[in-house]
């Protein structure tokens, strides 16, 4: 299979070479507690820039050069670039979000377990996406409902909380059985 047009770039061996570099930093600086936040604010620009440059070129968007804006606007060609840089972005944003906390949380132990986590999740969904691509929107929908019920849960345990008393019930009598 040949990219599109435009995004040949990709194929080139240096570039190949530098991604993953680039990726094994990634991974590497992802497991170790404060290096792995700090690598988020430096990836806040680069993660929706790539995401817009992948989900571009693997829409068979024609160019990744605009020449003439008007005709690029017209064109739509834009639109699978900006879905790229959203859906990396809303993404980037709820990692680096949590990613503080876990690591405040656990004292830095849940780090390296988080990033597994999600290295395992994005592995399984990149491998479904190229597999069976409806199969990754059953599996995105999944891990939706399984958040939203983790929440759930967890505000429920916390009213639970506020509402018991703070004071141990008192004895029973003493002629109590």
């Known amino acids: 299979m040949n990219l599109p047009a435009g995004w040949e770039w990709l194929e080139n061996g240096w570039v190949l070479a530098v991604l993953a570099v680039l990726l094994a ?7 170790i507690p404060g290096v792995d936040s700090v690598n988020d604010i430096v990836q806040t620009v680069v993660r929706p820039v790539a995401g817009g440059i992948a989900f571009g070129a693997g829409s068979s968007s ?4 605009v020449t003439d804006p008007q005709a690029f606007v017209e064109s739509g060609q834009w639109v699978p670039v900006v879905v790229g840089i959203v859906m990396a972005l809303v993404v980037h944003g709820a990692k680096a979000t949590v990613r503080p906390v876990v690591n405040a949380t656990t004292l830095g132990a849940g780090a ?24 990754v929107l059953v599996a995105l929908v999944g891990l939706v409902i399984v958040w939203f019920r983790f929440r ?5 345990g916390a009213a639970a909380r506020e509402t018991s008393p703070d004071v141990a019930p008192p004895p029973p009598p003493a002629g109590a059985p």
Do not use: C, M, N, Y
């Not at 986590?117 to 479904?128: K, P, R």
């Open 112 to 135: 390296p377990v988080a990033s597994t986590v999600e290295d395992a999740t994005s592995v399984g969904l990149s491998f479904a996406a190229i597999l069976a691509p409806l199969l």
């Open 25 to 31: 930093l990634e991974v590497v600086a992802d497991k």
């Open 152 to 156: 759930a849960r967890r505000r429920r």
């Open 62 to 65: 024609q160019t990744a050069v």
